[in-house]
């Protein structure tokens, strides 16, 4: 590792995520102002300067961050443009050469943020900040750290870990100073780590809180550009399979979602209902209200998630990305901020098409999937939504919303890209989906299966809270009171008992009633469910995973499975894919499945199978790639 002079000085946020020129003074910093790290650090501004700068260099992380979990992978494969390093990556045969293998990059970040993190003492110490400005600001900078650090570890396995300032990432080759350490190790620290930061509440603080900017002729909200801390936090308390801590910290973002927002009961709830002409669909799937039988109803909204700007907040009447996009890091489409993905998936205009969906993810999963009521069979949020066939090509269309021309011309309003038509194929502008709606409601249903409540992962992942807790009465019918079902509960003993809730944090609230019963509006009454947000039947489960007919663990088992393979169909090519797979195996390792490579190599294979045979070639020797010295 041959980077140096790694420190954050102010004048990087110059060179930061969107190569902004904002409104606001302090984001108007001139990069040859370039002062010495010493000063740089003497107001709350300089504090939040290194946090935006910090973001610049965590932004360039997006390449390594996709291609090594996608490719690495069973959804994503290389096309005959592809570059001897990737085709390495997706084939398992990578060495310390590749350049892929070098984590330099996420040392700048981390190393970056030790720097941050020492000044932020420093600052505090003489009095420079207040503990009320250091500790959302500190906290910040730390879960950018961990975050980074779990990244490292997915891939390499064994990592240096040092939480120390230092002025070289050479000095990392010193293995006694800054022994590596196992992957479980760790998630052990980062989970101290976070435990320990001062909040993991949202920094209203910060001088970039609330903001719009513009730049290129374009407009960013701010505020999606900054990391979560409690779902940081919830997914390291998963990999350490640690589920009902994994399913608190989920949990309280979305509670928190609830009462800090004008619309509540909407966000990130992955709701839904059939589109009658007025009311906007969220997000979902669907056809004009009785016309579900007439493929010229259809209306797909669901590639709108990818499509719509950060400032499109929406208001209290009307959905906003705000609704399902919770993390998302934006490209201007300037020298200094430019997407990564146009290059690696576009095969028109300046890009150069080399990497593709995998056959497996597009024939084997996308299309065949059956959708509700006409038993039409394909995904939406496959063919023409995270992937198209262009000049006879499949595409990775997800990432590419930004770069085509967009068209609405059909009655239904739903949007398509002219692949033969780019208004200026030099402004590579685009985005980095890194956390959404999808993504939290998948692990919040991996952590409920895992604590013991399938039932509720299975309403999470199909078709909604509500309709899989409607407890009917003995004779088959209806509660007509919904205060005593339609949350997550056990069964009620009898006709005239209510259902028994699921514990904290569990419980998840659907009811809704209208007179002459009590009124009511509960947070969870319009989740849709992940599959019939996306009109598609439920998965056909097994009757043991409903009846209790065979061991308990043997149902937990088999939604889980189901679980990832929906994150497979919902959130391909999103930088998650590995990870998921990985955890999951690991998991799946202690349950006596197997090895945690072989349990890999089985679920990668499906890539090569699909494609004309072959093995994915995991074993623990290339589980976890080499790192480059």
Same mark, same amino acid.
């Given at each position: 590792?041959?980077?140096?002079?790694?420190?954050?000085?102010?004048?990087?946020?110059?060179?930061?995520?969107?190569?902004?020129?904002?409104?606001?003074?302090?984001?108007?910093?001139?990069?040859? $102002?370039?002062?010495? +790290?010493? #000063? &740089? @650090?003497?107001?709350? %501004?300089?504090?939040?300067? !290194? *946090?935006?700068?910090?973001?610049?260099?965590?932004?360039?992380?997006?390449?390594?961050?996709?291609?090594?979990?996608?490719?690495?992978?069973?959804?994503?494969?290389?096309?005959?443009?592809?570059?001897?390093?990737?085709?390495?990556?997706?084939?398992?045969?990578?060495?310390?050469?590749?350049?892929?293998?070098?984590?330099?990059?996420?040392?700048?970040?981390?190393?970056?943020?030790?720097?941050?993190?020492?000044?932020?003492?420093?600052?505090?110490? $003489?009095?420079?900040? +207040?503990? #009320? &400005? @250091?500790?959302?600001? %500190?906290?910040?900078?730390? !879960? *950018?750290?961990?975050?980074?650090?779990?990244?490292?570890?997915?891939?390499?396995?064994?990592?240096?870990?040092?939480?120390?300032?230092?002025?070289?990432?050479?000095?990392?080759?010193?293995?006694?100073?800054?022994?590596?350490?196992?992957?479980?190790?760790?998630?052990?620290?980062?989970?101290?780590?976070?435990?320990?930061?001062?909040?993991?509440?949202?920094?209203?603080?910060?001088?970039?809180?609330?903001?719009?900017?513009?730049?290129?002729?374009?407009?960013?909200?701010?505020?999606?550009?900054?990391?979560?801390?409690?779902?940081?936090?919830?997914?390291?308390?998963?990999?350490?399979?640690?589920?009902?801590?994994?399913?608190?910290?989920?949990?309280?973002?979305?509670?928190?979602?609830?009462?800090?927002?004008?619309?509540?009961?909407?966000?990130?709830?992955?709701?839904?209902?059939?589109?009658?002409?007025?009311?906007?669909?969220?997000?979902?799937?669907?056809?004009?209200?009785?016309?579900?039988?007439?493929?010229?109803?259809?209306?797909?909204?669901?590639?709108?998630?990818?499509?719509?700007?950060?400032?499109?907040?929406?208001?209290?009447?009307?959905?906003?990305?705000?609704?399902?996009?919770?993390?998302?890091?934006?490209?201007?489409?300037?020298?200094?901020?430019?997407?990564?993905?146009?290059?690696?998936?576009?095969?028109?205009?300046?890009?150069?098409?080399?990497?593709?969906?995998?056959?497996?993810?597009?024939?084997?999963?996308?299309?065949?999937?059956?959708?509700?009521?006409?038993?039409?069979?394909?995904?939406?949020?496959?063919?023409?939504?995270?992937?198209?066939?262009?000049?006879?090509?499949?595409?990775?269309?997800?990432?590419?919303?930004?770069?085509?021309?967009?068209?609405?011309?059909?009655?239904?309003?739903?949007?398509?890209?002219?692949?033969?038509?780019?208004?200026?194929?030099?402004?590579?502008?685009?985005?980095?989906?890194?956390?959404?709606?999808?993504?939290?409601?998948?692990?919040?249903?991996?952590?409920?299966?895992?604590?013991?409540?399938?039932?509720?992962?299975?309403?999470?992942?199909?078709?909604?809270?509500?309709?899989?807790?409607?407890?009917?009465?003995?004779?088959?019918?209806?509660?007509?009171?919904?205060?005593?079902?339609?949350?997550?509960?056990?069964?009620?003993?009898?006709?005239?008992?209510?259902?028994?809730?699921?514990?904290?944090?569990?419980?998840?609230?659907?009811?809704?009633?209208?007179?002459?019963?009590?009124?009511?509006?509960?947070?969870?009454?319009?989740?849709?469910?992940?599959?019939?947000?996306?009109?598609?039947?439920?998965?056909?489960?097994?009757?043991?995973?409903?009846?209790?007919?065979?061991?308990?663990?043997?149902?937990?088992?088999?939604?889980?499975?189901?679980?990832?393979?929906?994150?497979?169909?919902?959130?391909?090519?999103?930088?998650?894919?590995?990870?998921?797979?990985?955890?999951?195996?690991?998991?799946?390792?202690?349950?006596?499945?197997?090895?945690?490579?072989?349990?890999?190599?089985?679920?990668?294979?499906?890539?090569?199978?699909?494609?004309?045979?072959?093995?994915?070639?995991?074993?623990?020797?290339?589980?976890?790639?080499?790192?480059?010295?």
């Amino acid at each position: 590792m041959k980077i140096h002079n790694i420190l954050v000085v102010s004048a990087i946020s110059a060179l930061g995520i969107l190569g902004l020129a904002a409104c606001d003074d302090m984001l108007n910093v001139n990069a040859e $102002e370039v002062v010495e +790290s010493s #000063e &740089n @650090y003497q107001n709350v %501004y300089d504090a939040d300067n !290194a *946090i935006w700068g910090l973001y610049g260099k965590f932004a360039k992380l997006a390449e390594d961050v996709v291609v090594l979990n996608e490719l690495r992978a069973d959804l994503m494969d290389v096309t005959s443009n592809a570059t001897a390093d990737q085709v390495a990556i997706s084939n398992n045969t990578a060495d310390e050469s590749n350049q892929y293998c070098d984590p330099t990059p996420f040392y700048e970040v981390i190393l970056n943020a030790n720097d941050i993190l020492y000044n932020f003492d420093k600052m505090l110490a $003489e009095n420079k900040i +207040s503990q #009320e &400005n @250091y500790d959302p600001r %500190y906290s910040d900078v730390m !879960a *950018i750290r961990c975050w980074t650090y779990l990244q490292l570890g997915i891939q390499f396995g064994n990592v240096p870990y040092v939480t120390d300032p230092i002025e070289s990432i050479d000095a990392l080759d010193n293995q006694e100073l800054y022994p590596e350490i196992s992957l479980d190790q760790l998630i052990t620290n980062l989970i101290s780590d976070m435990e320990n930061i001062p909040t993991l509440e949202v920094n209203t603080l910060s001088s970039f809180y609330g903001k719009t900017i513009s730049n290129n002729g374009e407009s960013f909200y701010l505020n999606m550009q900054f990391i979560n801390k409690h779902l940081l936090l919830g997914d390291l308390y998963l990999w350490n399979d640690d589920y009902v801590s994994a399913a608190t910290q989920y949990k309280a973002y979305m509670d928190e979602d609830d009462v800090s927002s004008s619309k509540t009961q909407i966000n990130n709830k992955v709701s839904g209902w059939v589109w009658a002409g007025t009311n906007e669909p969220r997000f979902q799937i669907c056809y004009q209200r009785y016309k579900d039988q007439d493929v010229t109803s259809y209306r797909n909204m669901w590639k709108e998630i990818f499509y719509r700007g950060s400032t499109d907040v929406g208001s209290s009447a009307n959905v906003g990305l705000q609704d399902e996009m919770i993390w998302m890091v934006n490209y201007s489409g300037t020298a200094e901020s430019t997407s990564p993905f146009v290059k690696l998936f576009a095969n028109t205009g300046v890009g150069e098409y080399q990497l593709r969906p995998s056959v497996y993810v597009v024939d084997s999963l996308w299309e065949t999937q059956v959708q509700q009521s006409n038993g039409f069979v394909f995904d939406g949020r496959g063919r023409e939504s995270s992937f198209d066939s262009i000049n006879g090509q499949p595409v990775v269309l997800k990432y590419l919303y930004d770069y085509y021309t967009t068209t609405t011309t059909d009655a239904n309003k739903t949007i398509h890209l002219d692949y033969y038509s780019i208004d200026n194929p030099y402004t590579q502008s685009g985005k980095w989906f890194l956390y959404r709606a999808a993504l939290l409601h998948l692990r919040y249903a991996e952590a409920a299966n895992r604590a013991g409540y399938p039932r509720l992962a299975y309403a999470l992942l199909n078709n909604g809270v509500k309709t899989n807790f409607d407890w009917e009465k003995s004779d088959g019918s209806s509660r007509a009171d919904k205060e005593g079902v339609q949350y997550t509960s056990y069964p009620p003993a009898n006709d005239s008992t209510a259902a028994v809730p699921y514990p904290a944090p569990f419980y998840l609230d659907a009811r809704q009633n209208d007179a002459p019963y009590t009124f009511l509006r509960s947070p969870w009454r319009d989740n849709a469910g992940i599959r019939n947000r996306a009109f598609l039947t439920n998965i056909e489960t097994p009757d043991y995973v409903h009846d209790g007919t065979n061991d308990h663990n043997d149902s937990i088992q088999w939604i889980e499975n189901a679980l990832i393979k929906e994150a497979a169909l919902e959130c391909a090519f999103e930088g998650n894919r590995w990870g998921d797979l990985l955890r999951v195996a690991r998991r799946q390792n202690k349950d006596g499945k197997g090895s945690v490579a072989s349990l890999m190599n089985a679920a990668v294979s499906h890539k090569f199978n699909a494609s004309g045979g072959g093995s994915a070639n995991i074993t623990d020797a290339n589980l976890y790639l080499p790192m480059k010295k």
